[in-house]
């Protein structure tokens, strides 16, 4: 079975970095092949000799994961995005407190919410059996996010290779450059662009959200309070809203789950653009896109949601961008044995 879904990765790999040269964007300009990126040091293929079968070992334990529960595709995927936003692609994000280390897991977008830590340590260990010192924790997350993907139906892409992990952690970027559930369009877009991603780019990722679960905590001003004046948000589907009201209260239930995309909340699909255009946008930061959105992102979603296949490709196109954001490489940080914890 994992060699079975090895070759589709490899398959899909190869479509997506042919379809790249031909298909537009929204805008009619072309899209960027990930090779037109500025992408440092990093190289497909990387563990081609030092340790041949590291992609097919990810996606073997990737697979056993999701299988086992289908949410793990969406904790995985998420913890790519939440590594990245701090420091760059790192693994930042793995490490447990220590003597000198406050875990990024404390700050408030990964506190009771980041999962999927138990996943990448068994990758570590198949990993560290197979080639000792050798695959990255920061490869691993960006490795992992890519299958998550394919396993839902999304498509894949090619994952340049060879970061290495960081020595530190960084608490105060957790908390500031990782965008809140409740964050408006302009602080979407300016934290987006710090980080070299622009309107495409956060349209598009945004789409990370046609999987997965989020907490009542996460929505609940939507509900009852959005703008200060105890009423709920105007652009929410008032029966929408009565749905999620009978498991968000207004006090407790702050961990009850709701699907990011209740209509196939399993399928990496444009679902998620869908429920935009008809006021089903969980979070405050998807209803953003559209309903209080700007005239570039508001064209965007009504296109992804019209096209599935334009959106999965720019999709895979902007999680190359997005996951080759200042990378460690050559002799700086070190490959770490134990994600959780930087080599003694």
């Known amino acids: 079975m994992a060699n079975t879904i090895w070759r589709r990765l490899t398959l899909l790999q190869l479509v997506c970095s042919l379809q790249a040269f031909f298909i537009s964007s929204s805008f009619g300009h072309p899209l960027p092949h990930p090779g037109h990126y500025p992408l440092s040091s990093l190289i497909p293929h990387y563990y081609a000799k030092s340790c041949p079968r590291a992609e097919q070992i990810v996606a073997s334990v990737v697979q056993k994961a999701v299988m086992k529960e289908t949410r793990m595709a969406a904790s995985l995927l998420r913890l790519h995005f939440h590594d990245c936003f701090v420091k760059g692609c790192d693994a930042s994000l793995l490490l447990d407190d220590s003597g000198s280390i406050v875990s990024e897991k404390r700050s408030n977008p990964n506190r ?14 198949a990993l560290e059996q197979a080639c000792p010192k050798t695959v990255s924790c920061a490869d691993i997350l960006a490795i992992s996010a890519r299958d ?104 407790g239930g702050d961990n009850n789950l709701f699907p990011l995309d209740f209509v196939s909340p399993t399928k990496f699909d444009n679902y998620y653009f869908k429920n935009l255009l008809s006021g089903h946008g969980l979070l405050n930061t998807d209803e953003e896109l559209f309903s209080k959105g700007q005239a570039k992102t508001r064209k965007l979603v009504k296109e992804y949601a019209e096209n599935k296949e334009l959106f999965l490709k720019q999709y895979a196109l902007s ?26």
């Open 112 to 125: 009771n919410s980041a999962r999927g830590f138990e996943v990448v340590d068994q990758i570590k260990s």
């Open 148 to 251: 998550s993907v394919v396993l839902r139906g999304g498509l894949g892409w090619e994952v340049l290779l060879g970061r290495r992990d960081s020595k530190s952690a960084s608490l105060s970027g957790s908390n500031n450059n990782i965008p809140q559930p409740n964050s408006t369009l302009q602080t979407l877009t300016t934290k987006f662009k710090l980080q070299g991603l622009h309107e495409v780019d956060l349209v598009a990722l945004s789409g990370s959200h046609t999987i997965g679960l989020s907490r009542c905590t996460s929505f609940r001003q939507r509900l009852y309070n959005q703008s200060g004046n105890g009423q709920p948000d105007f652009t929410l589907d008032k029966s929408y809203a009565t749905q999620l009201k009978s498991g968000c209260p207004k006090s």
């Open 319 to 344: 999680m190359v961008k997005m996951g080759n954001m200042k990378p460690l490489t050559g002799s700086n940080g070190e490959i770490r044995v134990n994600c959780r914890k930087v080599n003694s």
